[in-house]
């Protein structure tokens, strides 16, 4: 064994004993090196860990905002086109059995429209907290927030369960008297409500993905539930490969079952994601939490459920004129989905980016996201203006519209269509006063809309010039609110002075 070993503290001293001066400097030198080396070693790996410890900076604090609001909100509005594309194919497949069956699905419209009301909306108050906390830094109270969103949803679920055993058929009562009427419309919406926790599950996963900057599995979970729907629907309604023949429950169970393909779908990627993790068989509510979310849902909420309480008048107004002018209303909503179902889902894109960078006092790049949103759903409804315009009697034709349909439809198409440039202002102004935590605004802008404007003016305009008349009051209430818009706009601008 060699007894030359020496230790590397003796390096220097057994230089000099043994070798010449200049050896001795050349084995100094790299002794000094070495012990640089082994410093710099050090601190790269001290680096290292702190790399790993410091949480990736969100891509809605610092992407340049057009990229960000394209990634965010192009995959969110595909997958809506998807979801209006369902809604107008359910529609006429249902048209298919008869046209009573589509006054069917059109008189259960409010009552599905409050179910999502509620989905949507508590949910939109999920992803403006969570969003809010992450741009804030505070990941804790984010984690919080969805699990207490989580809670909240699961009592909503139980509620519209005991509305669909119960309430229902009394619901139809309200329009008519016809007991085929009532009887399919019965078995159409108890369906649609008792089975609604896929709903209320599958919009929650793809708001919590969206609040931390991911639309790219919103995306998925919506095409998969909406793919699903689409196929089943005839399958379930005519009674094809070997299935029985549902007629209107058919659409219904096609329509659930969607829904609960999107809810599982979406529990697979939501498990998955880096900045929420939602352990869902856990349930709690954090009292802060739930009073943060329900600033900004209840008043989502109420602004969505109004549109409920807005088709139930309008439908009794028309159908003190003739039932066909409630199953145009009801096709109308289908049709308009295509053009307004993009512009909600630039607005869902938007929306994140807005309370992340509130939460972050960016506001540079709040006004930069707000001013392209603005021009990005101008278009999209002019261009869904021009098609209700000029080829109203095709887009009705989807339907199986009779002559007297095709004649009351026109009309109401073209005059309904001038009020989309407008809408698309209110639409984007409403989702900075919800980024900002201050949902109440909308709420009262979609109050003044619906109930406070069009309802009065549509009874108003009928009275006095007829059914054709009724149609305006949608431009009249779209001026109103773009005012009343603009001035909260100016108040809230104030708060953006960081």
């Known amino acids: 064994m060699c007894s ?45 860990e702190t790399i790993k410890e410091t949480p990736k900076e969100n891509k809605l604090g610092v992407m340049p905002v057009g ?33 009573k069956a589509l006054t069917a699905v059109s008189l259960a419209f409010p009552m599905q429209n409050l179910l999502i009301a509620f989905a949507v909306g508590i949910s939109v108050g999920i992803c403006s907290v969570v969003s809010r906390r992450l741009g804030e830094k505070r990941e804790d109270e984010a984690f919080k927030a969805a699990e207490t969103g989580y809670a909240i949803l699961l009592i909503c679920t139980v509620a519209f369960m005991l509305i669909g055993v119960f309430f229902s058929g009394p619901f139809f009562r309200i329009y008519t008297n016809d007991p085929e009427l009532i ?42 539930g909406a793919i699903f729907n689409i196929v089943f629907d005839p399958i379930l309604i005519f009674g094809y490969f070997g299935f029985p023949a549902m007629g209107i429950e058919g659409a219904a169970y096609a329509t659930v079952a969607g829904q609960f393909v999107s809810m599982f779908v979406g529990i697979f990627y939501a ?40 088709t139930s008048l309008m439908n009794a107004i028309l159908i003190t004129y003739e039932i066909v002018a409630t199953t145009v209303f009801g096709v109308y909503f289908k049709l308009q989905s295509f053009v307004f179902m993009p512009v909600f889902g630039l607005n869902s894109g938007l929306m994140p980016i807005l309370a992340y960078n509130y939460g972050a006092k960016n506001r540079e790049r709040m006004m930069k996201a707000i001013r392209l949103g603005m021009i990005v759903a101008f278009a999209i409804m002019v261009l869904g203006m021009l098609a209700f315009m000029l080829i109203p009697d095709s887009l009705l034709g989807l339907f199986e519209a009779s ?3 095709l004649e009351v439809g026109e009309v109401a198409l073209r005059r309904i269509a001038l009020s989309f ?70 108040k809230e601008k104030k708060k953006l002075e960081f």
């Open 271 to 310: 498990k998955r994601n880096q900045y929420v993790n939602i352990k869902f068989l856990r349930f709690s509510i954090d009292r802060k939490a739930a009073k943060d979310i329900l600033q900004v849902g209840l008043p989502s909420v109420v602004m969505q459920g109004i549109g409920t309480i807005m």
């Open 67 to 99: 990229k960000l609001l394209a990634s965010m909100s192009i995959p969110t509005m595909f997958s809506m086109l998807i979801q209006a594309l369902y809604n107008i194919v359910d529609s006429i497949f249902v048209s298919r059995l008869s046209e």
């Open 183 to 224: 009887q399919m419309g019965t078995s159409y919406l108890r369906i649609c409500l008792i089975v609604s926790l896929g709903c209320f599950l599958g919009v929650f996963n793809e708001k919590i993905l969206q609040a931390t900057g991911d639309t790219i599995h919103p995306m998925i979970i919506q095409l998969c």
């Open 421 to 490: 440039p407008l809408a698309a202002f209110t639409i984007i102004l409403g989702a900075l006063f919800q980024a900002m935590g201050d949902g109440y605004i909308s709420m009262i802008t979609s109050l003044t809309r619906q109930i406070g404007i069009l309802i009065p003016s549509a009874w108003l305009l009928g009275k006095l010039f007829g059914l054709d008349a009724i149609w305006f009051s949608f431009i009249i209430a779209e001026v109103v609110v773009i005012v009343l818009s603009v001035m909260f706009f100016g």
């Open 4 to 48: 030359s070993y020496i230790p590397l503290f003796n390096i220097r001293q057994y230089a000099c004993w043994t070798l010449d001066a200049d050896i001795g400097a050349c084995v100094d030198i790299i002794f000094h090196a070495g012990t640089i080396l082994l410093v710099m070693k050090k601190d790269i790996e001290d680096r290292k």
């Open 403 to 405: 002559p007297r349909m």
